[in-house]
């Protein structure tokens, strides 16, 4: 997706929309299949999410300098990605715990991808579903990262897990 949005051009930009609907979709229903057939693993538990927000993140530096997203809006995503990243590599070490995203996580990411998505085209319509998507997506962020927060202080006040 990357290297498609460094070439700025419709067709470059074309291929990563594509892209993006194809990561979305193969992500949403590998996820899907596995906690359905109960075939999540520890390490697809930690490196799913680390590669979307990966992804995500670069999208959005590329966007950003291309002018296409206000800069405001990955240097949030990155943030909020690095919190969140940080406080599972916490967690993991100091209490052999390792949470899942939630839904609102999800929602979020979802959001964001919409996001990214609206960014790509030129002007139009698609501007204002890019404002419009840009305040959402910054309400969403600032919601979600609190509600990793509490999750997160609700799990170090816990007792530490034991292993059998």
Do not use: H
């Amino acid at each position: 997706i990357s290297v498609s949005l460094m070439l700025d051009t419709p067709a470059g930009r074309g291929t990563a929309m594509l892209l993006i609907v194809a990561a979305w979709a193969t992500d949403f229903l590998d996820g899907y299949y596995a906690r359905k057939k109960g075939e999540v693993t520890e390490l697809e538990t930690i490196l799913d999410p680390v590669a979307d927000k990966i992804a995500v993140g670069a999208v959005a530096l590329i966007l950003a300098v291309q002018g296409r997203v206000p800069v405001w809006f990955p240097a949030v995503v990155v943030v909020r990605d690095l919190l969140i990243l940080s406080g599972g590599y916490y967690l993991s070490r100091r209490k052999s715990l390792i949470l899942q995203s939630n839904r609102l996580g999800k929602w979020t990411a979802g959001v964001l991808a919409l996001t990214l998505f609206a960014a790509l085209p030129d002007g139009g319509y698609w501007g204002a579903v890019l404002r419009v998507l840009l305040t959402v997506s910054a309400v969403m962020i600032v919601v979600s990262t609190l509600s990793y927060g509490g999750r997160f202080f609700s799990a170090i006040s816990a007792p530490r897990a034991t292993n059998p």
